[in-house]
């Protein structure tokens, strides 16, 4: 920084970056004059503060405040330095769940006044940058909306949340306090474009609470948000008043513009990275920007091309410590002065550790060293040492960098693979039996993608102390339990509500179900191939759930709604009792294949190991 101010690069992310705070007063200053016009309520008008428009100390500390906020970001190129996200955006395209329509997300409307935006994208698709750049967007659009942040994983949704004291207080981070009287305004004026990051990182136990909190916006005040998510999590599922956009994988022509475009890459590096994509197949690979970055930060330190997802993630702490040595030009000691491969090691735990753990990839740096700590006690390390751990690999590998006042992974997936990896390759199987049993318990989706990583990574494991056993699980609850009841564990489904209770059927979307639910697995294993049987579905239950719920609604006595019921009028217990048995016949055949894939490969590894004696 320099004055305070960040150093922007362009010339002319300069020009817009110094008229954010100017632009974002004005707006404010306009949307009181209408409060006063429209003669709300005599108390709120005496209580307006308009903001001095012309104050340029001000209007600097906005821009601060929103580019720090909302605009700058560090990745796997640029830990050392944020960048801004117009400098380096590549405008990726969405598809409409509903009409198969395609958009650019930097260029093309994607809001409808009347419904909810669900931006979807698999881990490492962008969908925290697109969010970035749809507010910067938004920022600089004629008329545009003032545009609020808020990220769903810092909430403390133990407490109560009220979304006006919510978008008041990103107000305030921002600098221009707003009453949170005056939010209703806002939002039923349309004058904030409300922004909700990151649906797939609330704790599993607050994502009701978390739904209904977005849907406040609208059936309060009439108001329209954006949220992003991963696949298939509560909010995709919600129907009527939310649209689902989903982002698309990136082609050639993307890869190919991404590299030539990043203001991060050295020139003989571009050159390099672009010669080499030529007449491979690595385009099959790079299908997210995650993984196109981790091809432009760490392929000049690799000794080979990657030809799979795992081949990326796979040496990436290493090639990024090689980078550091090299960019530094010396091998400067650590300051535990422990070496790469031991704070490898420390590095792997920790992040078992943390996924394990909890849903939380952001702690306050006392509590990454206390983490780390743990891990270090192997090594003559004092406690202060062992602390430092933490340090030396923010440092040689920056795959850690600081966001605000904490600290996070620089990628979920980052987390994800390292944990998966120091379970398949250096755990013994009680352990990883552990493991993977608190999972199946958990039956939380944040584990999907650790899952898929420990797929690739351990097959015999993978199937043996996993799969099999949730196949297991599921066809005992077949043989005890009543074909509606074993759907409705897996789908989520209440088998039957009171009315006294203050909820409805409503309450309880049919979701895609967890990980350490059969159907989970299945999505994991097959994808679209198993999802688009299990959608349709899904989708006819969903409507007699929705019946249901309003035939309760229009109970007077208050009577018990039974799901088998409504099930039985519609003539769709068949249909349920069709999906069992569809998901009983793809698990054993999964099976099947699975366990002769199994018995192959312990009779090469017992032929290698021969092959080494000899």
């Known amino acids: 920084m320099s004055g305070g101010i960040i150093e922007y690069g362009e010339a002319i992310v300069k020009d817009t970056i110094n008229t954010i705070g100017k632009k974002l007063l004005s707006r404010l200053y306009d949307a009181y004059e209408d409060i006063r016009k429209d003669n709300i309520s ?21 821009n601060l405040n929103v580019n720090n906020r909302y605009l700058y970001f560090r990745s796997l190129l640029s830990a050392n330095k944020r960048i801004h996200v117009d400098e380096i955006f590549h405008p990726l395209s969405v598809k409409c769940f509903d009409d198969e329509i395609t958009k650019d997300i930097s260029k093309d409307e994607l809001f409808d006044e009347n419904l909810f935006v669900v931006l979807i994208g698999k881990a490492g698709q962008g969908k925290t940058t697109s969010l970035r750049k749809i507010i910067s967007n938004e920022i600089n659009k004629e008329g545009g909306k003032i545009p609020i942040l808020i990220l769903l994983r810092n909430l403390e949704w133990k407490n109560k949340q009220n979304i006006c004291d919510i978008v008041s207080s990103e107000f305030n981070s921002i600098g221009v306090p707003v009453a949170s009287d005056l939010v209703p305004y806002f939002i039923t004026k349309n004058k904030i474009l409300i922004c909700f990051d990151g649906f797939d990182e609330v704790p599993h136990e607050f994502r009701r609470k978390a739904l209904n909190l977005i849907k406040s916006v609208k059936h309060s005040f009439n108001g329209t948000a954006l949220i992003t998510t991963r696949p298939d999590t509560e909010v995709t599922y919600e129907t009527g008043e939310f649209i689902n956009l989903e982002i698309e994988n990136l082609k050639k022509d993307d890869v190919e513009a991404m590299i030539a475009n990043n203001p991060c890459i050295e020139e003989s590096e571009r050159e390099l990275l672009l010669d080499n994509l030529k007449g491979s197949n690595i385009y099959d690979v790079l299908v997210t920007p995650i993984l196109t970055d981790i091809y432009m930060a760490s392929f000049y330190y690799l000794k080979e091309t990657p030809k799979t997802e795992i081949d990326f993630y796979n040496d990436l702490f290493m090639a990024l410590s090689d980078r550091h040595d090299r960019i530094k030009s010396l091998d400067r000691a650590t300051k535990t002065g422990l070496d790469k ?145 074993v759907i409705s564990n897996e789908m989520k489904i209440p088998k039957s509500i009171n009315k006294k209770d203050g909820r409805s059927i409503e309450d309880y979307p049919l979701l895609v179900v967890s990980s350490g639910k059969l159907l989970g697995v299945l999505s994991l294993i097959l994808g679209g191939d198993f999802s688009e049987y299990y959608e349709k579905t899904r989708r006819t239950i969903s409507d007699v759930v929705l019946l249901a719920s309003k035939n309760m609604r229009d109970d007077k006595e208050g009577r018990y709604v039974k799901l088998r019921g409504y099930l039985q009028e519609e003539g769709l217990t068949e249909v349920v009792e069709e999906f069992v048995g569809y998901v009983i016949s793809i698990s054993m055949d999964l099976k099947e294949k699975a366990m002769i894939e199994i018995e192959k490969r312990r009779e090469i590894s017992s032929m290698k190991d021969l092959e080494d004696f000899l």
Do not use: W
Request: contains cysteine; hydrophobic residues 45%.
């Open 42 to 62: 005599n108390d709120i008008i005496a209580s307006l503060t308009y903001p001095d428009i012309n104050n340029m100390e001000l209007a600097q500390q906005v």
């Open 341 to 485: 491969r031991e704070l490898y090691n420390i590095f792997v735990k920790a992040s078992l550790h943390i996924l394990v753990s909890g849903d939380q990839i952001s702690f306050l740096k006392t509590d990454f060293e206390g983490i780390f700590s743990k891990y270090a006690k192997g090594y003559d390390l004092d406690p202060r040492g062992r602390f430092d751990s933490f340090s030396d690999v923010m440092d040689i590998t920056s795959l850690i960098v600081p966001d605000g006042l904490f600290f996070s992974y620089v990628h979920k997936s980052i987390l994800e693979f390292h944990a998966a990896k120091l379970l398949a390759t250096d755990v013994n199987e009680e352990m990883k039996a552990r493991v993977l049993g608190k999972i199946s318990l958990d039956g939380n989706p944040r584990f999907d993608n650790f899952l898929k990583f420990f797929y690739e990574l351990d097959f015999v494991a993978f199937n043996e102390l996993y799969f099999f056993k949730v196949i297991d699980n599921f066809c005992s609850d077949c043989e005890n339990l009543d074909m509606i009841e």
